[in-house]
């Protein structure tokens, strides 16, 4: 039996904004005390800033990806992550949580289009479908927030 394509908007909504066994970004984010972005975990080679930093990344490039043939993507893995050494400031950490959260948003719309094609092969990269990057993107997301909570707890820095 075919799912109807509502359904499978829904669905694919709900597992964008956490749904199911996923925390949520802004729930993984919310009261995170932003002098503490640039600490390293014991044993960690990043710090909070960085890995939201590549949240942020990923799913711009996944996003653009989808929307403009023309895009390139960073180098792998290098241009997917800041600088070691880089550091963020409170402005560069909402920076961050602010553009992580419209590229959401862009996409969401995207899936909640009707006239998007889950399954329609990409124009410009056939072997590739709208479906296949959406689900990249929850999957992606769901892993790396998981991984931002696990630091968070580890760091002590839940309210």
């Not at 862009?106 to 590739?128: G, M």
Request: glycine content about 6%.
């Amino acid at each position: 039996m075919k799912m109807p394509e509502n359904t499978l908007r829904s669905h694919l909504l709900w597992l964008l904004d956490g749904g199911g066994a996923h925390i949520g970004f802004d729930d993984a984010v919310r009261e995170f005390p932003v002098e503490r972005a640039n600490e390293r975990p014991p044993n960690v080679l990043y710090t909070p800033w960085h890995l939201l930093e590549h949240l942020r990344i990923s799913q711009r490039d996944i996003l653009e990806f989808v929307r403009d043939p023309e895009h390139a993507s960073p180098n792998w893995p290098e241009g997917y992550w800041p600088a070691r050494s880089a550091m963020a400031d409170a402005a560069a950490w909402e920076g961050t949580v602010e553009a992580f959260r419209a590229d959401l948003a862009a996409l969401r719309a995207i899936v909640a289009d009707p006239q998007t094609d889950f399954l329609a092969p990409l124009q410009h990269a056939p072997a590739y479908t709208i479906l296949r990057e959406v689900l990249l993107v929850a999957d992606h997301n769901a892993y790396h927030i998981g991984e931002f909570s696990i630091l968070r707890e580890v760091m002590g820095t839940w309210p």
